[in-house]
């Protein structure tokens, strides 16, 4: 069994991980948590404390550490004796903790994919671009690293496994939908990295149809979608990082991703980006100072971990397939729902943290016990669903399914 958890960042999702860690370290052993900020690690250890998270004695420390930094990664792991690795910092350090864990066989685990700061809304293949690369380095060193394992991608990834496995004989579409039906009470705001959240809209939009790769601008295509307890709202066809993985590895003909935006998210948004304010690249004010405009924003709006005490209402993320089972059409739709307030309630952070956080806890716990130790790279469709998801119904994400028997939970 692997023990001791390294977590790389300490935002809303990490605080998420290490509380749902602390609550299974009888599983999951010595906990540490690493940042450029002590202070945020602090913080964190701090609230776990004050709710009583820890299931049974052990430790639980803060580190500072520049994660872009690979020696220096690579020496906390050594240094903290973390065979478990979950990376829920920047997107832009992927590569380097990886390597770090690749250097040390400590197991990887992210939940996005790697972004290169240099480019925005990179065209697709993304995997292929930087992780699947690394697929034969991983394989060689006997480095279990774990793909995409938040909730999207992650868990729907699961989901779509799942139906490929036990719901259908050919799968013909894959519609990954995401609604975040609550509201925080701010004027404006982004529920995880203001960066990384803008940098994935101000370009093209990429999606599978027919077999292959077609493109369309940012909230050119919108559709309502009637779901289960958000009801009635509108999605936008956006590009995402599970639409690459889900069609090369299930070998779906479509797979296409709808991120729901309220009318003044995307006014402000349009008007920041009409104006330059969410550029990449520097510009020099009146003064003479150098600045880039997208940090100059991200820097002004609130930290999406602020978000967490205001916040109320519910998200509902899953996936419609449709396809044929026995020669006959059907669809599935496999989902879940979550609860701003009961996340906060728990482990002091927002859904959006909650829904992102959980499943690398699960997918950590799944390694530990070795159900997904596979000594290589893998994306969770690579995986078998079904454990993942009998732990997330224990540890807080239950998954239902609506189909042409209604709606009802999912036991595993």
């Known amino acids: 069994m692997k023990k001791n958890v390294l977590i790389i960042g300490a935002g809303g999702v990490a605080q998420v991980v290490a509380h749902k860690c602390a609550q299974n370290n009888d599983v999951l052993g010595d906990i540490h948590i690493a940042s450029r900020t002590l202070a945020k690690c602090d913080a964190i250890i701090a609230s776990i404390h004050e709710k009583k998270a820890l299931k049974v004695e052990g430790k639980l420390e803060a580190h500072t550490l520049d994660a872009m930094n690979v020696d220096a990664t690579k ?55 930087y992780e699947w690369k690394r697929r034969e380095e991983c394989e060689k060193a006997g480095v279990t690293a774990i793909l995409g394992a938040g909730f999207d991608p992650g868990v729907v990834n699961a989901y779509a496994k799942l139906a490929y496995d036990e719901y259908f004989d050919k799968i013909d579409s894959i519609d990954i939908v995401d609604i975040n039906a609550g509201t925080h009470g701010r004027y404006f705001a982004t529920n995880f ?90 510009v020099r004010t009146a003064e003479g100072v150098e600045v880039v405009p997208l940090k100059v924003v991200k820097a002004v709006l609130p930290d999406p971990g602020s978000l967490a005490p205001d916040y ?25 729902v979550a609860d701003h307030k009961e996340a906060f309630e728990e482990v002091g952070s927002q859904g959006i943290s909650y829904t992102a956080g959980v499943p690398a806890v699960a997918a950590a716990m799944l390694i530990a016990t070795g159900e997904w130790d596979v000594k290589k790279m893998a994306n969770v469709e690579d995986l078998p669903p079904q454990p993942f998801l009998g732990l997330l119904n224990k540890i807080g994400l239950p998954t239902r399914i609506r189909d042409e028997n209604g709606d009802r939970a999912l036991n595993f």
């Open 312 to 336: 109320t209402g519910k998200t509902c993320i899953g996936d419609l397939v449709k396809g044929t089972k026995d020669g006959k059409e059907r669809e599935v739709f496999i989902y879940n």
């Open 193 to 282: 990295d203001p960066e990384i959240n803008f940098r994935e809209f101000t370009g093209q939009v990429w999606t599978w149809q027919n077999n292959q790769w077609v493109s369309n601008k940012m909230f050119e295509v919108g559709k309502e979608w009637d779901l289960p307890v958000v009801g009635k709202q509108k999605a936008y066809l956006t590009g995402h990082d599970e639409v690459h993985s889900l069609s090369q590895i299930l070998k779906v003909p479509n797979v296409r991703f709808w991120m729901g935006f309220s009318d003044h998210y995307i006014n402000v948004f349009t008007v920041l980006k009409n104006i330059g304010l969410l550029s990449e690249k520097p």
């Open 75 to 129: 020496a906390l792991i050594e240094q903290t004796g973390a065979r478990i690795v979950i990376n829920v910092g920047s997107a832009f350090l992927n590569m380097s903790v990886m390597s770090a864990c690749i250097a040390t066989g400590a197991a990887y685990i992210d939940t996005a994919i790697h972004e290169d700061p240099m480019r925005v809304c990179e065209p697709p293949p993304w995997y292929a671009n």
